[in-house]
């Protein structure tokens, strides 16, 4: 039996065993389901698969329950907004010195040093 027909006819019961096997084993607790959650959420980040497609493979009724797949970690959300300031810093044209009547050094400690 090759390796492809010996994992189509892994049944869920069989699955389910072996998971238990291997958290046994590394002293984890992974589930099928994890690994459903994961692979929705490597969809729903590719930009060719769309939202409906992953709807359509988890098997949703509603697209609202797939959109939870869409919501961005904290790492992501800071290195987007980290991209872009950087993005309007450099498009900034900044004055080098400031305007007659404003303190350079109350302008500093708002918005830190000139660039």
Do not use: C
């Amino acid at each position: 039996m090759d390796t492809a027909t010996a994992l189509a006819a892994l049944q869920y019961d069989a699955t389910r065993a072996m998971f238990n096997r291997a958290n046994e084993l590394l002293g984890s607790n992974w589930t099928l389901h994890d690994l459903r959650h994961t692979v929705a959420y490597r969809m729903a980040r590719d930009p060719k698969v769309s939202l409906t497609d992953v709807q359509w493979v988890l098997a949703h009724a509603h697209l609202s329950t797939t959109q939870i797949y869409l919501q961005a970690g904290d790492d992501e959300v800071i290195e987007t907004i980290r991209a872009h300031h950087a993005r309007r810093n450099a498009a900034v044209q900044r004055p080098t010195m400031p305007a007659p009547g404003y303190s350079p050094e109350s302008l500093r400690t708002l918005f830190g040093p000139s660039r």
